[in-house]
């Protein structure tokens, strides 16, 4: 019963809230951040001697259509014409933009607690940073271990013997400890960010159902636009960056979407103890 009783407030305020309307300016920021976050990320490979053909691999598993040729466009003209002066100021340059897209979740989660943000530019400010870099360990971590995991078992292979049975465990774990490092992540992300103190532990019903949504609405939005949809016939080149501002818009539905259940937990806990 109160499962059900928190599903409709949840469905109540979603409405009310304007979620979709807040997907639509996250969209817009995350779009101003994504770039800077690539070149952030793109300007570790180095440290990292992971071969270009890698990267490639595994932005073309994820993005849906043709956005992984925009994205790749960019991330191989960098790796291919590498400036060593990007790991100096303007790393710091590129996460500071890429931050804006954080900051604007945060006043998204504010609205879903019904809160006014109090706390000082300051501190938002580098929380926003410190939540951007949890924001791009995620997305290495989710998107290329799957991938890199696959190499570092052949690797491993290479010394000692595994039974297939074993190597079929491990290439689920893979996609298991990916699914729980996001989930992690997200219950770091929705207990710091609103401008509401509550248990870390209480962010986990959010964390899951963002995980499991954004799991599942990105790979269908891709079997959509990889089956159905021809963006790219109507809007020309265009199209393209249709189909990331959709994701994009979708993911932040998600995002907040795991809020507003956090949201709405936390007033039912809140309501029963008077």
């Excluded at 993005?63 to 992984?68: C, E, L, Q, Y």
């Excluded at 997305?139 to 290479?158: D, K």
Aim: with cysteine; aromatic share 12%.
């Amino acid at each position: 019963m109160r499962k059900k009783k928190v599903f409709n407030q949840v469905l109540k305020d979603v409405q009310e809230d304007g979620v979709c309307d807040m997907a639509a300016a996250l969209a817009y920021y995350f779009l101003l951040s994504l770039f800077p976050m690539l070149l952030f990320i793109i300007s570790l490979i180095p440290f990292l001697s992971l071969p270009q053909d890698m990267i490639v691999q595994m932005i073309d598993s994820y993005a849906p259509g043709d956005t992984s040729q925009l994205i790749e466009g960019n991330v191989t003209a960098y790796l291919d014409h590498p400036n060593g002066g990007i790991l100096s100021f303007g790393i710091i340059a590129a996460l500071w933009s890429a931050s804006s897209g954080t900051n604007a979740l945060i006043r998204a989660l504010n609205r879903t607690y019904g809160v006014d943000e109090t706390r000082s530019f300051i501190r938002v400010k580098l929380m926003a940073l410190g939540l951007t870099l949890a924001l791009i360990f995620i997305i290495v971590i989710t998107l290329a271990l799957p991938i890199f995991g696959h190499y570092i078992l052949e690797f491993i292979q290479h010394f000692i013997y595994i039974p297939d049975s074993v190597v079929s465990l491990i290439n689920v774990l893979r996609w298991v400890a990916a699914i729980i490092i996001m989930v992690l992540t997200l219950m770091v992300l929705y207990h710091f960010a609103p401008n509401q103190t509550f248990n870390f532990r209480e962010g986990l019903t959010g964390a899951v159902a963002a995980t499991i949504g954004w799991q599942a609405i990105s790979l269908g939005f891709a079997f959509y636009v990889s089956h159905f949809s021809h963006y790219s016939a109507t809007y020309g080149s265009l199209g393209t960056v249709i189909v990331l501002m959709i994701w994009l818009f979708l993911t932040g539905i998600m995002l907040i979407i795991g809020g507003e259940v956090n949201a709405a937990f936390y007033r039912t806990r809140k309501n029963n103890r008077k």
